[in-house]
């Protein structure tokens, strides 16, 4: 039993650790702002779910656990309305030059 | 096990570091927000990845906090971009 708890934990935490990656990769290559915006919200939530997720088995206590969860949802949060904001204001202050859409 | 879990945190931050070159040449301001918004991020994972590698229940509490100043700090970009400062890029 335990050792199938580390190689979940193992699994998932790697999960997370190629989502981060994703992102960064993301937010390098992407050619323009709001592209990068959500190559960045998505994989970095997920990256973080899922290292949340592999991280629970180890928890001592339900508290804990349930500690670690409300991390995921506040960052989760955090990172939706965010997101919307920059977008907003990438989108405001590209919007007065010619040429339309954020290139 | 711990070894993993301090592995893993260390190949989030490189990541999350490469990530920081979007500051230096990001056209635009939400760009370079962006990467400060990943470094937030990341830095909850490693916090927490270091909490159980260690056994520091404590670094739980600072990813929280971390968490939250990350959302702070995009607010903060955020209103000091709309004309107004009230924080309503369309306002």
Known sequence: ?103 | MAEFLVVAAAFVLLTVGAGLVRILHGPAEADRMMAAQLLGSGGIAVLLLLAVAMERPAAVDVALVLALLAAFAAVAFVKGRSPSGAGDPEA
Do not use: Y
């Open chain 1, 1 to 103: 039993m335990r050792l199938a708890l580390d190689l979940f934990t193992i699994l998932c935490v790697s999960a997370g650790g190629v989502f981060f990656l994703a992102a960064t990769i993301g937010m390098l290559r992407f050619p323009d702002t709001l592209t990068r915006l959500h190559a960045l919200t998505k994989a970095d939530n997920l990256g973080l779910g899922l290292v949340v997720l592999g991280l629970l088995p180890r928890m001592e206590g339900v508290a804990e656990a349930l500690k670690l969860v409300g991390i995921w949802l506040l960052a989760l949060l955090a990172a939706a309305t965010v997101a919307q904001l920059v977008a907003r204001a990438a989108l405001r202050e590209t919007a007065g030059q010619p040429g339309g859409p954020p290139r």
